[in-house]
């Protein structure tokens, strides 16, 4: 069976509203890796890969990247920050060949969020500990991994947040929420979430933005010669994801999301 076209796949895989998605689709899906994404999904359409296998893939990576950041030095930072972009794009891969095959499932769909999950966790851990510095001669420094944890923690939590709007409103026979219920109900409540998505602090807490964070971190303390960078980078993420933690459910709770 021939390969299709980029053109023929466009229509199919990348339907209506696919890169519109207010909070679905990344913005390095609709910068880049969506038009890199076709080039991959056509060549994989006609193979015995599954997309579910491809998702498996995808966490694989994700994880692996945050294995990398225990490499120590800039190479590490720089493996984890590629192993990121691979995540990305098998993320977008395994919907587009899904999508050509009519093959979208529950099962997939369950499988990515729990990707993402586990991807995100596991670099902010990945950077706590390579924060800590496994390796040096005078002791492991566990406060900075405890701050991973946290980081990772909060990463987790504010997907968790999200996700279980639909949980609570599928156990109560209510359709999945609109985006205009997102909306808080207090207007300075929605002043202040306004500000809040202007300014984009919480993304870094995200796999992508983490990876460049990282990576900008471990750049500057190639010129310092120790962690300073990479410590202060560890705080930082891990008082964005608490207070984002905290701030995402006084949103969600605020919002008609829950009626």
């Not at 902010?124 to 991994?145: E, K």
Request: glycine letters at 10%.
């Amino acid at each position: 069976m021939p390969k299709p076209s980029v053109a023929e796949l466009r229509p199919v895989v990348h339907p209506a509203g696919v890169k519109d998605r207010r909070s679905g689709e990344h913005w390095a899906g609709r910068l880049y890796m969506r038009e890199l994404s076709l080039r991959w999904t056509r060549h994989l359409v006609n193979t015995r890969i599954s997309p579910n296998q491809l998702t498996h893939l995808m966490v694989v990576a994700g994880v692996l990247a945050g294995a990398a950041l225990l490499v120590p030095g800039l190479a590490g930072a720089l493996l984890g920050a590629l192993l990121i972009q691979l995540y990305l794009l098998l993320d977008c891969v395994d919907g587009e060949v899904a999508r050509w095959r009519k093959q979208t499932s529950i099962t997939g769909v369950y499988l990515d969020r729990i990707g993402h999950y586990l991807s995100e966790a596991a670099l902010l851990l990945g950077f706590g500990l390579r924060a800590a510095d496994l390796f040096q001669h005078g002791g492991i420094d566990w406060l900075w991994a405890f701050l991973g944890t946290l980081a990772a923690l909060g990463a987790i939590l504010i997907k968790a947040e999200t996700d279980l709007v639909d949980v609570a409103r599928s156990r109560s026979g209510l359709p999945a929420v609109q985006d205009e219920a997102s909306v808080p109900r207090s207007s300075g409540l929605a002043l202040a979430r306004r500000a809040a998505a202007a300014l984009k602090f919480h993304r870094l807490v995200g796999g992508v933005e983490a990876s460049l964070f990282i990576l900008v971190t471990a750049i500057l303390d190639a010129f310092g010669g120790d962690l300073f960078f990479t410590r202060l980078g560890v705080a930082v993420l891990a008082g964005i994801a608490i207070v984002q933690t905290v701030l995402h459910l006084v949103s969600i709770l605020a919002s008609s999301r829950l009626r």
